[in-house]
């Protein structure tokens, strides 16, 4: 019955009676975020990509959207429903061929913005970086970095050129004669190369990958680290300190929460089944996409 409210939805959408019918429909994925911003600083960057976007593609509705998310997790398997493959579930059921995501970065004041671009053809990506910026330069980022993607370039109106005619001019041109000159080819002596050693640079991991895996396991404190796609399952870390710690697409399965403080984390796409989150701290935490099939949420603290 889903399927078929949507299907309905997107025909009256696609109708010229609705003023669609000029502009390519698009989704929004949720924006994602990794440090601290406050909420309604998120909520102005948002409604501004959301507003940049309208002025080159149709956004289909967040209800229609949501609807659509909520099929395609009933019909794709766990295992299969990484984040691009749910948004290429997202796209099908929607019958829509364009997607962007907005990302955001903070660290001790600074900002990196980063939009991303899928179509059925390739992904893009454009990303820009501010010290210590507001909200309106944050904005006005937000606004270049779209025009950037998009390709939307001005028109410029060339003048006709005039036409000249072509004048022909009478030459006589005599060919002087020209006598052979032999050239004596030099010997050329071969010089020996001496092979440089080339030191292979070392390629340093990626600072979240071991380190804070190992922290929090040794310390149960990692608050704001890099622990996406991190395997924690069946880990205790009861009371653990994950103060806005990025937890995307990890597999906490099984995991121990309880008491764990998780304000302002990012647990999108993360595999919570089964999980204890009782009395966690969940304020202002991203659950998108999240697995909570079967997880334990007795005393959870929510916005």
């Known amino acids: ?5 949507i299907i309905l939805s997107i025909l009256l959408l696609s109708s010229p009676l609705f003023g669609q019918s000029e502009k390519p429909q698009t989704i929004i994925i949720p924006t994602g975020s990794i440090g601290e911003m406050s909420e309604s600083r998120i909520k102005i960057l948002e409604k501004t990509f959301e507003s940049k976007l ?3 593609f149709a ?5 229609l959207f949501e609807e659509a998310q909520e099929q395609a997790f009933q019909e794709l398997d766990y295992d299969e429903c990484t984040e691009d493959q749910c948004i290429m579930k997202i796209k099908e059921l929607l019958q829509v061929e364009n997607a962007f995501k907005m990302e955001l970065i903070i660290d001790e004041g600074d900002t990196q913005i980063s939009i991303t671009w899928n179509d059925q053809d390739q992904k893009r990506v ?4 501010c010290e210590g910026c507001k909200t309106k330069e944050l904005r006005n980022m937000i606004g270049g970095l779209v025009k950037k993607l998009v390709g939307v370039k001005d028109v410029v109106k060339e003048e006709p050129q005039k036409k000249v005619e072509p004048v022909v001019v009478e030459k006589k041109v005599t060919i002087p004669k020209v006598e052979p000159v032999v050239v004596e080819t030099p010997k050329v002596i071969p010089k020996k190369v001496v092979k440089k050693k ?6 340093a991991k990626r600072k979240s990958d071991i380190p804070s895996l190992k922290k929090l396991l040794d310390t149960k404190k990692c608050p704001n680290c890099d622990l996406s796609k991190a395997n924690l399952k069946g880990a205790n870390l009861s009371g653990a300190d994950l103060n806005r710690a990025n937890l995307s697409d990890a597999n906490l399965s099984e995991a121990n929460l ?4 998780l304000y302002g984390a990012n647990l999108s796409f993360a595999n919570l089944n089964n999980a204890n989150l009782s009395k966690a701290n969940l304020k202002g935490a991203r659950l998108s996409y999240a697995n909570l099939k079967g997880a334990i949420m007795e005393g959870v603290i929510e916005d």
Do not use: G, N, R, W
């Not at 956004?59 to 209800?63: L, M, R, S």
């Not at 454009?126 to 970086?129: A, F, G, P, T, V």
């Not at 080339?198 to 390629?203: D, L």
């Open 54 to 56: 309208d002025d080159y």
């Open 1 to 5: 019955m889903k399927q078929l409210l």
């Open 258 to 261: 309880s008491d764990a403080d």
């Open 59 to 63: 956004i289909v509705p967040k209800e």
């Open 198 to 203: 080339v030191t292979k640079k070392k390629i």
């Open 126 to 129: 454009e990303e820009d970086y």
